[in-house]
């Protein structure tokens, strides 16, 4: 079975930084693309940041210029680094990826908490 397992998530002042990781594990043959959503109290989970495996990234329109997702083939790992941080971005941030086990298959981590203070 394929794990996501994120880490990085905390409290932090409005103005400061958080690194998000999220490490995949298990018997995996390939990935396509992966990303970053967050479930923010009483709205849907949205889509923040995505990086395929060419590493073309797509953002969240209000996060643009502020937060950076990248990726580390060779650890499986996408990382989402986040600056300049607004209450607005409290949430639950989900790892999301596409891959390949047996057939193509959408997999999501636990999530890893982030609450930003104003």
């Known amino acids: 079975q394929v794990q996501l397992v994120e880490s990085g998530g905390g409290l932090v002042q409005a103005g400061g930084s958080l690194r998000l990781s999220c490490a995949a594990s298990?018997?995996?043959?390939?990935?396509?693309?992966m990303a970053w959503y967050r479930q923010v109290p009483g709205k849907q989970r949205e889509l923040v940041a995505k990086?395929?495996?060419?590493?073309?990234?797509d953002y969240l329109d209000s996060v643009k210029g502020r937060f950076t997702i990248s990726r580390d083939n060779a650890k499986l790992t996408v990382f989402l680094q986040m600056n300049s941080l607004e209450p607005e971005d409290t949430g639950v941030y989900y790892c999301?990826?596409?891959?390949?086990?047996?057939?193509?298959?959408?997999?999501w981590g636990q999530g890893t908490q982030v609450t930003v203070s104003s």
């Open positions: 298990g018997s995996i043959v390939s990935i396509n693309y």
């Open positions: 999301n990826a596409y891959v390949y086990v047996y057939s193509w298959t959408n997999y």
């Open positions: 990086i395929d495996g060419g590493g073309l990234t």
